[in-house]
């Protein structure tokens, strides 16, 4: 069983900066795809971000793209997600989730979530 640890949220002004970071154990991270989602209140879950097992595939949502960046270190079992030009619609509960080769349409293991408050 994985398990996947999220920290780095916090509460920030719009334009300020934040780095999210996903710590696992209990498998094999290397063989894992990441994904970064957001839930904001009152909304569906959303696609943030994903990297695949070996960090040379990555992906971005399209409000994403230009101001978040998706890393990995698999030596460190972690997965990053750094934010800029953070703004008060990025606001939500950001997880981080974990996709074994061989599952398709999904992520197996999802962690706990951080909250993300971005102020005016």
């Known amino acids: 069983q994985v398990q996947l640890v999220e920290s780095g949220g916090g509460l920030v002004q719009a334009g300020d900066s934040l780095r999210l970071s996903c710590a696992a154990s209990?498998?094999?991270?290397?063989?894992?795809?990441m994904g970064w989602f957001r839930q904001a209140p009152g909304k569906e879950r959303e696609f943030v971000s994903s990297?695949?097992?070996?960090?040379?595939?990555?992906s971005y949502a399209d409000s994403m793209k230009g101001r978040f960046t998706i890393s990995r270190d698999n030596a460190k079992s972690t997965v990053y997600l750094q934010m800029n030009s953070l703004k008060p619609e990025d606001t939500a509960v950001y997880y981080c989730?974990?996709?074994?080769?061989?599952?398709?349409?999904?992520?197996?293991?999802w962690g706990q979530g951080t909250q993300v408050t971005v102020s005016t």
């Open positions: 990297i695949s097992y070996t960090g040379g595939g990555v």
């Open positions: 989730a974990a996709r074994q080769r061989a599952t398709i349409g999904r992520y197996d293991y």
């Open positions: 209990g498998g094999t991270f290397r063989s894992y795809t």
